[in-house]
Each structure stands twice: as C-alpha cells, then as structure tokens.
C-alpha cells in the first residue's frame, strides 16, 4: 500500500475529511460577524444572543445528535438491568453450561452451544459468499461492460432488500430439497469426514441455515467491495497494463493489494449481519444444543434463532435469560463492528492525507 | 517481478503471439461436459447436477490446460480467473431466480380479495380462507409511527454532524452511527422489550406488561435512525458550499441557510435516504416478533393490545401446521416483497433525479 499515489479521484468520493474542511470555512464565516472580539466592524453588528433562534437550533440538532449515543448505552443498560435476575436465578455456569432450560423452576441454561451454533453457521456462511462476493465485484467494476455492470449492481441492490423473512421461507420449503438431496450425498460418500457424518435426518441442518445466511450477505460484502474496487486509482491500473501485465494480473498487483482494507472490512460487516441474523435461521434449522461440527443433520441453534423460538413460551426468568443471551450478542456484534469501521475509518484517514 | 520476467511466447520475434481460437472454449466446455457426464452416470455416484459441477470444474482444468500449451502460463492464468469470476455470477444469480421464481408461482395462490380484505380471526387450521389484513394495518401503522419520530430526529443528528459538529463529540456520533448500523434486529427487539414493554408500559397498564405496535415502532425507529442519519449525512455534505456562503454573504442566519437552502438542495437525496430505510424496516420480523406480540385480529389502536405485521404474518403462517397455512405465507411473503421493492425502485429512481452527485 506504501507505495499508492495521490488519490485524485477519490478525494471527492472520500469520506468527511474531504469535505468537512469546506463546511468548517463555512461555519467560520458564519460566525465571524457574530463575535465582537476585535474582529473590525464587529461591534456595529448584533451580539449573538444566548436565547434565540440559532442556539435553539444548535440545541436541538446537537441533542438528536446525542440520541445516538443514548440509545447504545440505553441497550447496554437495559439488557444488563433485565438479564441480572434471571442471571441470579441461573443454576448452572452461564458461558460454559450448553443446555436452555429457562424457566422460573430450577432454571439451568447457558449459551456454549448456542454461542458456537452463531459463530459456525456464520463462519460457514462467509466462507461460501465471500469469494462468490468478491467474483461478483470484481466482474462489477473491471470486467463486466458497463450496462451490465449497471443492471446487475441495480439487480444485487435489491437482492439487499429482500426482507429476511422471505429468505427463510424459500428455505424452508424451497431451497431445503436440493440441500437434503446434498447432504444425503455427501453422508453417503463422505460420512468419514466428521462434518457430514451420522445417520440423518438431514435437511434442517447448520449447512441449509448458512447457505441461507451466505445468500444474505452476499449482497453487502458484494456492494462495499465493488466500492473500493472501483476507486482504485486508473494510474495504477494503467501502469500495470502498460508493463505487459495481463487483466488478471493488474487485478493482482494493482486492484487487489489497493482493496485489502476495504474488503476486509466489508467482511466483518457481513460477518456482523450474520452472527445477528434471526428470522432466517430460525425458520431453517432444526434446533438442538449439542455442540457437534456435524452440519448436514437436523439441528443447530444460533443465539438470535434460540430467542426467536424460545421467546414464545418464556416467562420471566426465561425472558431474562433469552435477553442475557442478546447482550452476549450485543457485545459480539459490536466488537465485530467495532473493529470493522476502525479499518474503514484508518483507511479514510490515510486516503485524506494521500488526497 | 513476474511481470518484467520476458516471456517467449508472447514477446517472440512476430508481432502475432499465437492465441487460442475462439472455438477452443466451446470445445473444451462439450469435451469437459461428456467426460463428466460418463463418469458420474457410469459409475453411478450422482445426478445431473453433480454431471454440471463437475464438468465445470473439468472445463476449467481443461482450458486452463489449452490456453497453457498455446498462449503460454500468463495467458491461462488470465482466462481461467476470468472464467471464475464469470461464474461467480451465475452462481449468485441462480438464488435470485429461484426466490423470484417460487415467490411468484406461490404467491398467486392466495393473490385474491379475501385475502387482503379479512383477517385470520377464527380462522382455524382447516380453513382454507383468511387474510392478511390485520398484518397490513400492522405494517403500515408501525413503519409510519417509526418514520414519524425517525425521520426529525436522524436528519437534525445529520445536520449537527455535517453543520455544527466538531471535535470529539461528533466524531464520536459519528462512529457510533456507523457502529449502530450493525445492531442484530434482534437486539433492538430486546431493548424495547427491556425498556418499553417490561418497565415503562406496566405504568400505563395496571402493572402489566402490554405488547403493542408502538413498542414494535419504537424498535424499528432504533433500526432506521442510524441508516437516516448516515444517508442524509452523506447528502448534505455534498451541497456546496457556495450556496452556504452566499446566504451568509446576504445576511441570513445560519440555522435559516440550513432550513431554507441546504435541506431543500439536499432533499431528493434524503427522501431516498428514508425511503430504503423504510423498506427495510418494513422487512423486520425480529423485533416486531418480541415486542408486538402478534394476534390474528384487526387492531387499529397501535397503542393498545397486540398487533401484527406482515412480516410476522409469514413468519407464523410458515411454521404453522395447517395445510392451508403455507399458500398464505408465500402471498403475504410476495405483498412483503412488492411493498418493499416498490419503496426501494422508487427510491432509486429519485435518487437519479437527485443533481446531487460526488
């Protein structure tokens, strides 16, 4: 990356830095006149005035600026005030038991296996779309003609807005036939591989759930990808055609290296997504807490699919203990967020000081 | 490196290099595909999708082997990534279809007016009858209460961050706007549950706690204000500023300057801000799950006792058990999808009218 010039092109596609500078000359101008501080001229304009229209404003735009920061630590706050005494009541060891028996009777559950179930199913799922994802933007920004490119980034955006529900359902009843008919194939042949072993019945499995989940995030691992790809600097591109270098390889030396952090950070978004994904998932899998790397027989449970189910017939030690279960989830995905917008946010910087 | 390395092929002496005729890939592709074809139904191991996977793969080993013996390594590498890359597309193309397909043929099962015009009150598991008008009185209801504290209060957060923020404050809002839009829906159902349903409504409620549709409203609101605020952010930084200094120049305040100039250049590409936001809270069953309780009667009152929404419609009809139940599903899911793909085109529609651009 060292080695990246100015990036003109980017510099208005760029981030906030590229442009708060102008609404900061701005804002000085604004206030300028407004400031009697020696400024000439300034004592013959009005005073600012402490209770008018302008600090109103400011106020109430700065206030549900805050909302933002409100409501996260709202979440915090309330799902650890409302999990404590289903916490207090929990029989067993909250992270290390793999069993859900929440209830106000003896209640034993923690959230081993279903933590695993999560991280499996979304792993799985980003290993399938991810380089589909990244095929797909890579034929979007340098291969495809561009009408194409157009159509079928128009076509992957609304792929984006299919509600979750949707997806869930065609997996249930649609998609779960040629993945049992998989499954049963791969038992028969590969049963010696611990991960398509045992004796069915297959179909509800962890593979049906990821290769739903995998469809799901295909779309924002694909869009942000084809973004950075796309800002690659033409200088770079041209410079590695004019040495001799065939399409594939000014993809290699050039786009790719460029992309890293953005794709990178494209895919702990979509890992985010995953490890949150609820609907979906809890209408596919089958629903068991045994912790095994068998995918393809019925079971699996996620966090987000476990509250699903379980919200039903939960009472209040149940609901407690299914809302500890999403604060796990809370924490996870905002680690994973976390992580993924300071890789987006490093790379804006070093971008802005190239600009 | 390998770049500079000279390759005999493609620098030798001529100006023409040999190339691969352009019948080779066609020939390549029927060879792979009768090869596997034999030796998946010969020996028995599969169907024909096994035939396709394989031949494919044969196909790519194959190419690449030709385009090796003709145009030398570079060149084969070239075509076969290539290859791959074009089917990657196929491949996400092919779920695509499949759902557009299933949805449509499904859906027009129950497309009729019985079913956008009754409820599923009394209906039983043998009744082939039922709508889903409740879930839509659900969905609008919620989705427009969301919007309506959603949209103020994510483009003033947006105005701060774009005309007043500075320092570490705004830097802060705006990590976590970024961070925020990544919260599970899930989650958000949670918190609503934690904070609306079980402490503040049993204060209105005798001590009970009451599910309704605002609760689900408030949960797509936390879902929506983040999206809101970083698409409407991202409009109006990209107002010049010019217009900004021309108002000043004459006099007119700021926050005037904002009201009146900024927003209405930036609108269009707000309004398509809000609008995909919409869409997707549209979509959520999660939170609407958790907070609103869901009921199979009309209930107009989102305030007050359960609701539904069309998401959660399809959601329970799915994993009901009636014979009937699955029809129902499958045309709430293809309503779900109109509605949401209808606010999604046109959002991106506006968005092209929008003079707006980077």
Not at chain 1, 221 to 235: A, G, H, I, Y
Not at chain 2, 69 to 82: D, I, K, L
């Amino acid at each position: 990356m060292g080695d990246t010039p100015p990036r003109s092109v980017d510099a208005s596609a760029g981030g906030p830095g590229a442009h708060s500078t102008r609404a900061a000359g701005a804002a000085a101008s604004s206030d300028g006149p407004t400031d009697n501080n020696g400024r000439g001229g300034g004592s013959s304009l009005p005073r600012a005035k402490a209770f008018g229209a302008e600090p109103a404003f400011r106020g109430l735009t700065q206030a549900s600026g805050i909302m933002v920061l409100v409501i996260i630590v709202a979440i915090a706050v309330f799902l650890i005030s409302e999990a404590i005494p289903a916490l207090r009541a929990n029989q067993e060891n909250f992270f290390t038991f793999n069993e859900w028996h929440a209830q106000s009777s003896d209640p034993r559950f923690g959230i081993a296996a279903i933590v695993f179930g999560t991280v499996l199913s979304a792993v799985i799922a980003l290993v399938v779309a991810v380089p589909i994802a990244l095929g797909i933007a890579l034929f979007l920004s340098h291969y495809a003609h561009r009408r194409i490119a157009t159509w079928l980034g128009f076509v992957i955006d609304l792929l984006a807005a299919v509600p979750s529900v949707v997806f869930g359902l065609w997996g249930r009843s649609v998609f779960i036939e040629p993945v049992r008919d998989f499954s049963v194939w791969l038992n028969h042949y590969f049963s010696w591989i611990p991960l398509f072993g045992g004796n069915g019945p297959f179909g509800n499995s962890i593979l049906l759930g990821s290769l739903v989940l995998a469809i799901m995030v295909l779309p924002i691992v694909t869009s942000l990808s084809r973004e950075v790809f796309m800002q690659t600097p033409k200088q770079n591109e041209e410079a590695a055609l004019a040495l001799g270098a065939t399409k594939w390889e000014m993809v290699r030396t050039a786009v790719l290296p460029y992309g890293r952090p953005g794709v990178i950070a494209a895919v702990m978004l979509g890992l985010g997504r995953a490890l949150g994904e609820t609907i979906a998932l809890a209408m596919t899998l089958g629903s068991s807490f045994i912790i095994t790397a068998n995918v393809i027989q019925n079971g699996g449970v996620t966090i987000a699919s476990n509250i699903a189910n379980g919200f039903g017939e939960a009472d209040d030690i149940g609901r407690g203990a299914l809302i500890a279960s999403g604060l796990v989830l809370f924490t996870i995905t905002l680690v994973v967020n976390m992580i993924a917008r300071v890789i987006i946010y490093r790379r804006r910087e070093f971008t802005d000081v190239a600009a | 490196m390998t770049l500079l390395a000279p390759e005999q092929d493609v620098t030798a002496g001529s100006l023409h290099t040999k190339r691969l005729p352009a019948w080779a890939a066609l020939a390549t592709a029927v060879v792979a595909l009768a090869l596997s074809a034999a030796l998946v139904l010969g020996t028995g191991i599969g169907n024909w999708v096994l035939v396709v996977v394989l031949g494919a793969v044969l196909y790519l080993i194959g190419f690449w082997l030709a385009a090796n013996a003709v145009e030398g390594p570079r060149s084969a590498r070239n075509r076969t990534w290539s290859a791959l890359i074009h089917s990657a597309c196929v491949l996400a193309i092919l779920p695509l279809a499949s759902v557009t397909w299933t949805l449509i043929s499904n859906g027009i099962n129950r497309l009729d007016g019985n079913f956008f015009l009754t409820s599923m009150n009394n209906i039983g598991a043998r009744d082939a009858n039922g709508g889903a008008y409740h879930a839509i009185v659900g969905t609008l209801e919620q989705v427009g209460i969301a919007a309506l504290i959603t949209i103020p209060l994510g483009v003033l957060g947006a105005i701060y961050l774009v005309e007043y923020g500075r320092g570490k404050l705004s830097l802060a809002i705006r990590f976590f706007v970024d961070v925020m839009t990544g919260i599970p829906s899930i989650v958000a159902g949670l918190f609503v549950l934690a904070f609306w349903v079980l402490i503040v409504s049993p204060l209105f409620n005798n001590g009970q706690p009451q599910y309704s549709g605002f609760a689900a409203a408030l949960a797509l609101s936390v879902l929506m204000l983040p999206t809101i605020v970083r698409s409407t952010e991202e409009m109006l930084r990209l107002v010049p500023a010019p217009l900004r200094e021309g108002a000043y120049a004459l006099g007119v305040p700021k926050w005037k300057t904002i009201l009146r100039i900024v927003i209405p250049t930036a609108l269009p590409g707000i309004v398509t801000g809000i609008m995909l936001s919409i869409a997707r809270a549209a979509g959520e069953t999660a939170p609407v799950l958790l907070v609103a309780g869901g009921t199979a009667a009309i209930n107009f009152n989102p305030f007050e006792n359960n609701q539904s929404s069309l998401s959660l419609f399809v959601f329970s009809q799915a994993t009901d058990s009636s014979r009937f139940s699955p029809d129902r599903a499958w045309t709430a899911a293809l309503t779900l999808v109109a509605l949401v793909l209808i606010l999604t085109i046109a959002a991106k529609l506006l968005a092209r009218r929008n003079r707006l651009t980077r």
